[in-house]
């Protein structure tokens, strides 16, 4: 038999599949959907850490396949977005040539890892005939009432003069020309995704999804409970409504912080305090939100006004400072610095009274160091005395709001999207503004809008997108009553097309519909996502509101898109993810080349737990490498030598089948490739001791490889006399009554010593056992026993006297 030669196995199963697929739908089987985060067509082409998440889905397709399943297995494009964006403006190609040339590089290297993508099914989300449905999925929106538009201070970089993404703010400078970031207003379309909030919430319940990933989306929804409570401005009819999650601690509200934003900020300013306040209200309104959740020392200014805490009736100062948000609960606090560590740092560095109102043991701490922010016995709080405070947290709403000044509310981490980019590569959104009707949507049967050709592709300095210079394309008439109308400028972040692209991979080619019923009832949702854990929020929840949003609208039959989640850790070399930037990209191509598809296949798995991040070193492929050849070798040798399964033969092949599907299964697969080459190394000594192994054994492991290296496991079936392909297969069973031992080894003692061993059947009765014991040991027994122990399975020991 010839030796393994990974070139002619791989070149000779490559042609044949062309020909004869492997997943095939007869019309019986169940589908799976096996879903890949789609990659971002990039210039720099595939590297192994790439490859990895592209192995792992692959090999939990063809598992899928051998337990019988037909395979949804697509692959496609998210292509719009700021580097090809970028690219143009320093090379001047248009977007979509550099973007077509990385697709077609970046396909070629996705097809060497032989991965069963079904291409019949590719999307690419600059393709109009995608964005088509991403423009129309928008205009249903808009006519929901989820696509509105405001105004809103974003990203403004006053030197580039563009309005800038959060992802190119670094360190609260714009990233391309280091000036420092401010805000400016400008309109920006929103999607309401807060309406959505509880539903997203909620059925996160339902999801087979990793725990991580579901309290990083329930944090980022970040549903909390507390009351709204009104402070009166002193002397005036005013009030200034609060949030508070701690209505429990009102009686050491000793002062108030309104965001520098708030609509009151001026008009609280005295006259002595007004160019003060004034002033820090500009300040604030130059920094960029980065900067002001990172700044360590806090900063403020007194009004000069005050307000009244409705239970103390004291007066209280009333400030202004930038770590109070203005788009959370009210824009307004009540400061309990007691009980808080911000409000307790604020009230040291301006010296504002802190007065304790819970304590550990119902004791006054006369000189508090810090914050006590756990629950315990209420103090200095009137009637409220000696309650348990988390028990006043829960009452405490109710009774303001029979007293008359507060309310019990719910509020939201979760913001509503912004929706708008100023740049050239991405969907136009569909709308057209009009003097008379408003902002009115693109008819469904226009679309898709086309993205039209421009010449410049650079930010036009104003805060509008390259497509506001292009007039014949803006202006237009309205859809409506007919009137000369503008059409929207600004484009739709990378998001749009990606949180929803998973649909359209079943009816790609569909000119109707996003999707038709049949094809989404029949083959969606997705059962197992695959990607990258830097996804567990912003693409994941975007996804998640998309899906629920299209079932309410009719277009499928499913709430949740996404039912089971597996998140791969990221490869890196030299303790850096790897990156073309970092300079420590290690390229699959010539791994491939010198030891094959299917070692690369196996060895990324190895080097490993898939959840984790893991270090890559090319010298470990060659271990894997030797473990298929000596596997192809033990195959070849005795695939013809009709070795009759011993009793170890059966035993092995059961443990075998039993170790790797519990593995697979549990995703530990690089517990499946050790599993893999200890159960080798047995198979070859059983091999070398018989004279030979069973040829079920044999195939057994053949097909429990195909997975993992489709290659050498076609081959080696072929070899092995069939002529269907591994895949036909069905994925062995395992009997457990099999893989137990027939027989156990038992040691003997006298007095705790060891004197012999005896081998019994597994399931002989104790008395069987010591009377296997005794006779096994019976040239050293001497004296008169007076006691038998036994551990069962392990020990029988004998006291004598
Ligand atoms: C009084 C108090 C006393 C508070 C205490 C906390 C502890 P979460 O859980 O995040 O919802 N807060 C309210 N609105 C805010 C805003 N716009 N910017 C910054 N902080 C704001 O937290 C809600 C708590 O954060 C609220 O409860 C409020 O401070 C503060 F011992 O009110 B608390
Ligand atoms: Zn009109």
Same mark, same amino acid.
């Not at 599949?17 to 019986?28: A, R």
């Not at 629920?548 to 990221?570: A, C, H, R, S, W």
């Given at each position: 038999?010839?030796?393994?030669?990974?070139?002619?196995?791989?070149?000779?199963?490559?042609?044949?599949?062309?020909?004869?697929?492997?997943?095939?739908?007869?019309?019986?089987?169940?589908?799976?959907?096996?879903?890949?985060? #789609?990659?971002?067509?990039?210039?720099?082409?595939?590297?192994?850490?790439?490859?990895?998440?592209?192995?792992?889905?692959?090999?939990?397709?063809?598992?899928?396949?051998?337990?019988?399943?037909?395979?949804?297995?697509?692959?496609?494009?998210?292509?719009?977005?700021?580097?090809?964006?970028?690219?143009?403006?320093?090379?001047?190609?248009?977007?979509?040539?550099?973007?077509?040339?990385?697709?077609?590089?970046?396909?070629?290297?996705?097809?060497?890892?032989?991965?069963?993508?079904?291409?019949?099914?590719?999307?690419?989300?600059?393709?109009?005939?995608?964005?088509?449905?991403?423009?129309?999925?928008?205009?249903?929106?808009?006519?929901?009432?989820?696509?509105?538009?405001?105004?809103?201070?974003?990203?403004?970089?006053?030197?580039?003069?563009?309005?800038?993404?959060?992802?190119?703010?670094?360190?609260?400078?714009?990233?391309?020309?280091?000036?420092?970031?401010?805000?400016?207003?400008?309109?920006?379309?929103?999607?309401?995704?807060?309406?959505?909030?509880?539903?997203?919430?909620?059925?996160?319940?339902?999801?087979?999804?990793?725990? /991580?990933?579901?309290?990083?989306?329930?944090?980022?929804?970040?549903?909390?409970? +507390?009351?709204?409570?009104?402070?009166?401005?002193?002397?005036?009819?005013?009030?200034?409504?609060?949030?508070?999650?701690?209505?429990?601690?009102?009686?050491?509200?000793?002062?108030?912080?309104?965001?520098?934003?708030?609509?009151?900020?001026?008009?609280?300013?005295?006259?002595?305090?007004?160019?003060?306040?004034?002033?820090?209200?500009?300040?604030?309104?130059?920094?960029?939100?980065?900067?002001?959740?990172?700044?360590?020392? /806090?900063?403020?200014?007194?009004?000069?006004?005050?307000?009244?805490?409705?239970?103390?009736?004291?007066?209280?100062?009333?400030?202004?400072?930038?770590?109070?948000?203005?788009?959370?609960?009210?824009?307004?606090?009540?400061?309990?610095?007691?009980?808080?560590?911000?409000?307790?740092?604020?009230?040291?560095?301006?010296?504002?009274?802190?007065?304790?109102?819970?304590?550990?043991?119902?004791?006054?701490?006369?000189?508090?160091?810090?914050?006590?922010?756990?629950?315990?016995?209420?103090?200095?709080?009137?009637?409220?005395?000696?309650?348990?405070?988390?028990?006043?947290?829960?009452?405490?709403?109710?009774?303001?709001?029979?007293?008359?000044? +507060?309310?019990?509310?719910?509020?939201?981490?979760?913001?509503?999207?912004?929706?708008?980019?100023?740049?050239?590569?991405?969907?136009?959104?569909?709308?057209?503004?009009?003097?008379?009707?408003?902002?009115?949507?693109?008819?469904?049967?226009?679309?898709?809008?086309?993205?039209?050709?421009?010449?410049?592709?650079?930010?036009?300095?104003?805060?509008?997108?390259?497509?506001?210079?292009?007039?014949?394309?803006?202006?237009?008439?309205?859809?409506?009553?007919?009137?000369?109308?503008?059409?929207?400028?600004?484009?739709?972040?990378?998001?749009?097309?990606?949180?929803?692209?998973?649909?359209?991979?079943?009816?790609?080619?569909?000119?109707?519909?996003?999707?038709?019923?049949?094809?989404?009832?029949?083959?969606?949702?997705?059962?197992?996502?695959?990607?990258?854990?830097?996804?567990?929020?912003?693409?994941?929840?975007?996804?998640?509101?998309?899906? /629920? #949003?299209?079932?309410?609208?009719?277009?499928?039959?499913?709430?949740?898109?996404?039912?089971?989640?597996?998140?791969?850790?990221?490869?890196?070399?030299?303790?850096?993810?790897?990156?073309?930037?970092?300079?420590?990209?290690?390229?699959?191509?010539?791994?491939?080349?010198?030891? +094959?598809?299917?070692?690369?296949?196996?060895?990324?798995?190895?080097?490993?737990?898939?959840?984790?991040?893991?270090?890559?070193?090319?010298?470990?492929?060659?271990?894997?490498?030797?473990?298929?050849?000596? #596997?192809?070798?033990?195959?070849?040798?005795?695939?013809?030598?009709?070795?009759?399964?011993?009793?170890?033969?059966?035993?092995?092949?059961?443990?075998?089948?039993?170790?790797?599907?519990?593995?697979?299964?549990?995703?530990?697969?690089?517990?499946?490739?050790?599993?893999?080459?200890?159960?080798?190394?047995?198979?070859?000594?059983?091999?070398?001791?018989?004279?030979?192994?069973?040829?079920?054994?044999?195939?057994?492991?053949?097909?429990?490889?195909?997975?993992?290296?489709?290659?050498?496991?076609?081959?080696?079936?072929?070899?092995?006399?069939?002529?269907?392909?591994?895949?036909?297969?069905?994925?062995?069973?395992?009997?457990?009554?099999?893989?137990?031992?027939?027989?156990?080894?038992?040691?003997?003692?006298?007095?705790?010593?060891?004197?012999?061993?005896?081998?019994?059947?597994?399931?002989?009765?104790?008395?069987?056992?010591?009377?296997?014991?005794?006779?096994?040991?019976?040239?050293?027994?001497?004296?008169?026993?007076?006691?038998?122990?036994?551990?069962?399975?392990?020990?029988?020991?004998?006291?004598?006297?």
């Amino acid at each position: 038999s010839t030796p393994y030669n990974h070139k002619e196995v791989e070149k000779k199963w490559r042609k044949h599949w062309e020909g004869h697929p492997v997943n095939v739908q007869d019309g019986k089987k169940p589908k799976y959907y096996c879903l890949d985060m #789609f990659p971002y067509p990039s210039g720099s082409g595939l590297h192994v850490g790439h490859w990895r998440g592209y192995v792992i889905s692959d090999v939990w397709s063809r598992y899928k396949i051998l337990k019988g399943y037909y395979i949804i297995h697509p692959m496609g494009w998210d292509a719009f977005g700021l580097p090809a964006e970028n690219y143009a403006i320093k090379m001047g190609v248009h977007p979509s040539i550099s973007t077509a040339e990385n697709v077609a590089n970046i396909k070629k290297q996705i097809n060497e890892i032989a991965a069963i993508y079904d291409w019949d099914m590719e999307v690419n989300t600059t393709d109009p005939n995608f964005y088509k449905w991403t423009q129309w999925i928008f205009v249903k929106m808009f006519k929901a009432g989820l696509a509105y538009e405001k105004e809103m201070p974003i990203n403004w970089c006053p030197s580039c003069k563009t309005g800038l993404a959060n992802e190119e703010v670094v360190n609260g400078e714009c990233e391309r020309c280091g000036a420092s970031v401010t805000k400016k207003n400008l309109k920006q379309w929103m999607l309401k995704i807060t309406e959505y909030a509880d539903r997203l919430l909620e059925d996160l319940n339902k999801l087979d999804w990793p725990e /991580k990933v579901k309290k990083m989306q329930s944090d980022w929804i970040g549903k909390s409970y +507390g009351a709204e409570v009104d402070f009166t401005v002193d002397g005036t009819d005013n009030a200034i409504r609060v949030y508070t999650t701690r209505p429990d601690t009102l009686y050491g509200a000793t002062f108030m912080v309104l965001a520098p934003e708030h609509a009151m900020a001026k008009e609280l300013a005295t006259k002595e305090q007004q160019a003060e306040v004034e002033d820090y209200i500009y300040k604030a309104s130059m920094k960029s939100s980065v900067d002001r959740l990172q700044d360590k020392e /806090k900063t403020g200014v007194f009004t000069g006004s005050y307000a009244i805490n409705p239970l103390t009736k004291k007066k209280i100062p009333i400030w202004l400072s930038d770590y109070v948000l203005a788009d959370y609960g009210t824009g307004a606090i009540m400061c309990v610095p007691a009980h808080d560590e911000r409000d307790f740092e604020f009230a040291k560095k301006f010296e504002i009274p802190i007065v304790q109102v819970i304590s550990k043991d119902g004791k006054e701490d006369p000189e508090m160091t810090e914050a006590y922010t756990e629950a315990g016995v209420m103090i200095n709080s009137g009637d409220w005395n000696g309650m348990n405070s988390d028990k006043a947290k829960q009452e405490v709403p109710d009774m303001l709001e029979k007293m008359g000044i +507060g309310k019990k509310t719910v509020n939201y981490k979760l913001r509503d999207w912004v929706f708008s980019r100023q740049r050239y590569w991405g969907e136009p959104i569909p709308i057209v503004h009009c003097e008379e009707c408003g902002p009115v949507p693109v008819p469904e049967e226009e679309l898709p809008l086309l993205l039209p050709e421009v010449e410049k592709y650079q930010p036009t300095g104003t805060g509008e997108s390259p497509l506001a210079d292009i007039h014949e394309w803006v202006n237009t008439s309205c859809p409506t009553c007919g009137k000369p109308a503008k059409r929207e400028t600004n484009t739709m972040p990378q998001w749009a097309g990606s949180s929803w692209y998973f649909l359209r991979y079943v009816d790609s080619k569909n000119d109707k519909e996003l999707v038709s019923k049949e094809k989404a009832h029949e083959l969606l949702p997705v059962d197992m996502y695959i990607g990258g854990v830097e996804h567990a929020v912003l693409h994941l929840l975007y996804s998640r509101f998309y899906t /629920k #949003f299209l079932y309410d609208i009719g277009v499928v039959d499913f709430e949740e898109p996404f039912t089971k989640l597996f998140n791969q850790g990221m490869i890196g070399k030299n303790g850096a993810k790897m990156s073309k930037s970092k300079g420590n990209v290690v390229s699959p191509d010539d791994l491939v080349n010198d030891y +094959g598809c299917d070692s690369l296949r196996m060895y990324e798995l190895f080097v490993g737990p898939p959840e984790l991040d893991s270090e890559w070193d090319d010298r470990g492929i060659d271990g894997v490498y030797r473990f298929i050849n000596r #596997f192809f070798n033990l195959v070849s040798e005795h695939k013809d030598k009709n070795t009759k399964a011993t009793e170890e033969m059966i035993k092995l092949r059961h443990r075998m089948i039993y170790d790797i599907t519990t593995r697979l299964e549990s995703f530990s697969l690089n517990t499946v490739v050790s599993g893999f080459m200890e159960y080798n190394n047995k198979m070859i000594d059983l091999a070398k001791k018989g004279g030979g192994i069973d040829k079920e054994t044999l195939e057994t492991a053949v097909i429990l490889l195909a997975p993992f290296i489709p290659h050498v496991s076609e081959e080696l079936w072929s070899q092995l006399g069939h002529e269907t392909s591994v895949f036909e297969n069905t994925w062995p069973e395992y009997d457990e009554e099999k893989m137990k031992d027939s027989e156990i080894e038992i040691a003997v003692q006298i007095n705790g010593k060891t004197k012999g061993t005896v081998m019994v059947a597994a399931e002989a009765s104790k008395e069987e056992v010591l009377a296997a014991a005794k006779e096994a040991i019976s040239d050293k027994l001497t004296g008169s026993i007076i006691k038998e122990i036994y551990v069962p399975g392990k020990i029988v020991n004998i006291v004598v006297k």
